[in-house]
């Protein structure tokens, strides 16, 4: 355990296709490093990535929470079958939010009208279910702003996760009720605007994530990234913010447990039982 921090990882994909020693080994190593918290999206057109998040999830309660969705990279795979399946799925009580959704401009895997369509279909969803939205957004922030807006989001609010744009990106989102939450992007030095938003955004908005096994943190850039990895992006982010990063790791947790209504087992620490009276 690193000292006295404890955070959450507020976005990773631990799919064995990734992993292939397993989830557990993976999350053990996290928790060496402090992570006791792993909100774990399972996207992939044919939904066989969300039935495994939902599984982890009912197998490791107080630990994960899952999200459920269908990414804009596989919206051209968007049938009524899969609106079903993932109706149910969503439902489960493991499922902590619907996500990850949105639009993805950059690498236009799906074509653009289709992406808005699905995106707009899954905030419906994610309404009637009562649930958060967790948004991906790449090269596309006037769409994405205005069908969060148009679809009325803002009733369930969610994540803007890896979030990658600018200030006026952050105020319109933050307005509609979302968190900002901050990948490896951040530590990269290229990264101004995005160190930016880091730096000044509410701390009760603000959430760090890996979205292992993409976009690993300096100082470990370039390899697999791993949940034990988001200690570096909190740390970059305290430092932005002039803060130590055990309170920014305890507010990053509190407001990830908050976001998607999940209390993840801490470790009790000597000092608590002391207070408790022993
Ligand atoms: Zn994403
Ligand atoms: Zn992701």
Avoid at 62 to 73: D, I, K, L, T, Y
Wanted: net charge negative; hydrophobic share 40%; aromatic share 6%.
């Amino acid at each position: 355990m690193a000292g006295s921090i404890t955070l959450a990882d507020a976005h990773c994909h631990l799919d064995a296709s990734h992993f292939p020693e397993g989830p557990d080994a993976v999350m053990d190593r996290a928790r060496e490093a402090g992570v006791v918290g792993f909100v774990v999206v399972g996207v992939g057109g044919d939904l066989a990535s969300a039935r495994e998040a939902v599984a982890l999830a009912r197998r490791q309660p107080g630990r994960v929470c899952a999200c459920v969705g269908v990414h804009p990279h596989d919206a051209a795979s968007w049938t009524e079958e899969v609106e079903r399946e993932l109706r149910v799925l969503a439902s489960a009580p493991e499922v902590a939010a619907v996500g990850e959704i949105g639009l993805d401009y950059h690498y236009d895997h799906s074509p653009r009208h289709v992406q808005r369509d699905v995106f707009a279909r899954l905030i419906a969803l994610a309404r009637e279910l009562g649930k958060p939205v967790v948004v991906h957004t790449r090269s596309a922030p006037a769409d994405t702003l205005a069908l969060l807006e148009s679809e009325r989001a803002r009733d369930v609010g969610g994540v803007i996760h890896c979030f990658s744009e600018d200030r006026a990106f952050a105020e319109r989102a933050l307005d509609l009720g979302f968190s900002l939450s901050f990948s490896g992007i951040v530590t990269f030095k290229s990264a101004r605007s995005v160190q930016d938003v880091a730096a000044w955004a509410p701390l009760d908005r603000v959430l760090v994530e890996t979205d292992s096994p993409y976009l690993a943190p300096v100082p470990v850039r370039g390899h697999r990234c791993e949940p034990a990895h988001v200690v570096h992006t909190a740390r970059r982010v305290a430092e932005l913010r002039g803060i130590s990063l055990e309170e920014l790791s305890t507010a990053a947790l509190d407001n990830t447990e908050r976001r998607f209504s999940k209390v993840f087992h801490r470790p009790s620490r000597p000092q608590d039982e002391a207070a408790a009276g022993g």
